[in-house]
Structure formats: C-alpha cells, structure tokens
C-alpha cells in the first residue's frame, strides 16, 4: 500500500487554483496506514499526485479533454512533444498564430497545449462561445521547454489510467482502501457570501451536491477521500459528514492587475486517519 510522500516533482502546467500549496501538508493528510489505488478526477495541473506518486494503479480524469488528450499523449510520446517544442519561440507574433491553429497530430495537439499554458497571461484555460482557447499572450520570460521536467512527468504517467468526463464517472473504478482526491471548481467566492458566476457555468451548485453523493458513495466502498472547496458556509453544510473539517490558508495569486490579493481561507475534508 501506498505511504510516503516522494521526491519533489514540479507539474509541467500552470493550472488555477492548483494545490502547489497543499504539497507541504499532503504527509499529515493521506492515510498513515497507505492505501492501494489513487483517484483524481480533476487532475488540473496534477501537483497532489505528483507529490503522493501511488505505487499501485492511478486513475486520472477531468472534464477538460484537451488537458487530458495532452497528459496521454505525454506519457507515451514526450520525445515527440519535445521535438516539436524546440522549433517554437516565446513571442507575441507566434503565439497569436500558434493560438489560431488546429491540429490532429496528438504530439501537436500537446506540444500547442503545453506552450500556450506556459506563454499565455497567468496560464489560463479560456474558450470562447465557439470553444476556441482565447487567452492573451503573458509576455513571460521563464522557458517554455523544461525537456527533463517533460520526461520525468512523463515517467510519472507510467501506469496511470486517464479517461474524460464527469468526475461521477470515477465512481466505477473505486475499490476497498483506495484514496481519491477531489479538487473540484469552486462555485462560491472565499469567505464570503457571494456566488461566482462564472465557475457557477463550469461547476454549479448542483455540481456540489453531486460531489457530496460521491463522497457518500466513496465511503460506503471503505475507501478514502481528501476534498478541498472554498472556506465558505454553504459548502460546509453540504460537505460535513461526521468526518475531518480542517480550514487553511493559502495565498491568493490568481486574478489581473485589479485583483484583490492576499490569504484566502480553504476548506479540507477527510475521512482519512480519523481517531477513533
């Protein structure tokens, strides 16, 4: 059964609300007696499971098929992704007509994917009404290729399984003892009682209380689960189940020029090493 943490391994996407932060807590939260198969269905920038790295089976997924289309391609063809990314270049004219372009090449599909998240402004993944990614170029200096960083990740995606969907889909892939993960889209703003309307689209309330279901359904299998969710009153009410209910910090660095920023508060709920 999988214990300890691993050695650090940076996630090769920048990703918005990522869980960097959560790394440093990750050894207090899992199962002090292991579990066997790891859960994640929205993988995101896959920081949590970079840093647990599961020696049994891993089942990643997310509703973002291209994010998902780019890691399966990455676990079995980085060299393939890096040989198309040492022809790009980290300017404002390429990056406008790289972000116009499709391909059907998987390699190109990833190599594009990787570079528009590294280049663009705060790595952003943003469609349009026609599903067309429109994010503006970042003018950021730090490169885009990182070829070791691309191979070890891609080592790491060795035995995962990936799969696109509703995160309910997971649900047929749990077993007795495994650990899923969940970091779902936040639909409520940090402390405070205001409702984004944006994530409201992506994630609803109602999405929510899917969420809780599976949780539910997760701990009949006697299975474990880590949920992270905004600090806010609504999501307590639907998230508490006689379980852990921990409430962390974290720095806010997501948002433009005007945004508010600072320590926002975050929400973690558990049944994993709860006394008895």
């Known amino acids: ?66 994010l998902i289309d780019t890691y399966s391609t990455l676990q079995k063809d980085p060299e393939g992704i890096i ?54 170029y970042g ?39 495994d650990l899923i993960f969940l970091d779902p889209p936040y639909t409520v703003s940090h402390n405070n009682n205001g409702f984004i309307k944006y994530n409201q689209k992506l994630f609803s309330l109602d999405d929510q209380l899917r969420l809780s279901e599976l949780i539910d359904y997760i701990k009949t299998k006697g299975a474990y689960y880590i949920i992270t969710n905004a600090a806010h009153n609504t999501i307590e009410e639907i998230f508490e189940k006689g379980d852990q209910m921990l409430k962390m910090n974290r720095a806010n660095l997501i948002g433009g020029l005007n945004a508010e920023r600072g320590k926002t508060s975050e929400y973690i709920f558990t049944n994993c090493n709860l006394k008895s």
Not at 106 to 111: G, I, V, Y
């Open 1 to 66: 059964m999988t214990r300890q943490i691993k050695e650090k391994v940076k996630p090769v996407l920048r990703w918005a609300g990522g869980k960097n932060w959560l790394v440093k807590h990750l050894d207090s939260l899992i199962p002090k007696n292991g579990f066997n198969n790891y859960h994640e269905p929205f993988i995101g920038g896959a920081s949590i499971f970079l840093a647990i790295k599961p020696e049994m089976k891993a089942y990643l997924s997310d509703l973002n098929k291209e």
């Open 83 to 136: 040989e198309i990314l040492n022809t790009y270049v980290n300017t404002k004219d390429f990056y406008y007509e790289l972000r116009d372009k499709n391909y059907t090449r998987p390699t190109k599909k990833a190599a594009r994917f990787i570079y528009l998240n590294q280049t663009s402004f705060n790595g952003i993944y943003r469609v349009n009404l026609k599903g067309k990614y429109n994010v503006p």
């Open 139 to 177: 003018y950021r200096t730090k490169d885009f290729l990182e070829a070791d960083k691309l191979r070890t990740m891609s080592h790491r995606l060795r035995e995962v399984t990936f799969f696109y969907g509703d995160f309910d889909l997971s649900r047929e892939n749990i077993r007795k003892g």
